[in-house]
């Protein structure tokens, strides 16, 4: 059972465009996780969010949590070749246990 | 700080045959958790570690995965006897009071 679902699957776009990746869930969890995981490598940490309706920004990156706590967005503006990389989300039910993580998104940002 | 460290990073074994992966947690985190990664079924939590206690392991998948975290540096991932669906990436990650996570660059196991 797929706790998170994350769309697109795949994404591919050119340098300079803007997008946004989404998380959705239908259960409400105490906080969500951002993470971007490059190729041969472990995922690395963006972002926390944790209040419903919060928005955190990360240079060009931009999160957001759905009021209801069981949705999640992240919006890239302007989009590098060094953004490129598989993003994922990750909720948890309990304030410091285990995270679940959706089934990503695949970007890749054109030159 | 190093990271989380994980060996080998590269692991080939033939069906049947024993494999016991290794971890190295950042110093002073008190989390441990052990993941997979595959194609079909993206990052699965397999079980995780609280001050050295396994907390929750209902995320490995079968009797023939085991994990131990002998002390606050060190955990091992033991599978015996492997078999060719256990290919996969597998992390290790640790964190302080179980908030944030940092993942280790993976071993990529293929059993033959």
């Known amino acids: 059972t797929q706790l998170l679902e994350q769309s697109p699957q795949f994404l591919s776009i050119q340098e300079g465009e803007n997008l946004t990746v989404y998380c959705n869930s239908s259960?409400?969890?105490?906080?969500l996780q951002w993470y971007r995981q490059e190729p041969g490598e472990g995922p690395v940490l963006l972002v926390t969010?944790?209040?419903?309706?919060e928005v955190k920004k990360l240079k060009r990156l931009t999160f957001q949590f759905g009021d209801a706590r069981k949705d999640s967005s992240l919006h890239i503006t302007a989009a590098q070749p060094g953004d490129t990389g598989l993003y994922l989300c990750?909720?948890?039910?309990?304030?410091?246990?285990?995270?679940?993580f959706g089934t990503g998104t695949s970007l890749t940002v054109i030159p | 700080d190093a990271g989380v460290i994980q060996s080998p990073r590269h692991e080939v074994t033939e069906m049947g045959q024993e494999v016991t992966l290794r971890c190295k947690p950042i110093?002073?985190?008190?989390?441990l958790f052990w993941y997979r990664q595959t194609m079909m079924r993206g990052l699965e939590l397999l079980i995780y570690?609280?001050?050295?206690?396994?907390?929750?392991d209902s995320g490995m998948p079968e009797d023939r995965f085991s994990a131990k975290m002998p002390n606050a540096s060190f955990s091992t991932l033991k599978i015996q006897p492997s078999e060719p669906r256990d290919s996969a990436v597998y992390f290790c990650?640790?964190?302080?009071?179980?908030?944030?996570?940092?993942f280790g660059p993976g071993t990529r196991l293929t059993v033959t």
């Open positions: 990750a909720g948890a039910w309990d304030t410091g246990n285990q995270f679940y």
């Open positions: 110093s002073g985190h008190d989390y």
């Open positions: 990650a640790s964190g302080f009071m179980g908030y944030e996570q940092y």
């Open positions: 969010v944790v209040t419903g309706g």
């Open positions: 570690f609280n001050n050295n206690v396994p907390i929750d």
């Open positions: 259960s409400v969890f105490s906080s």
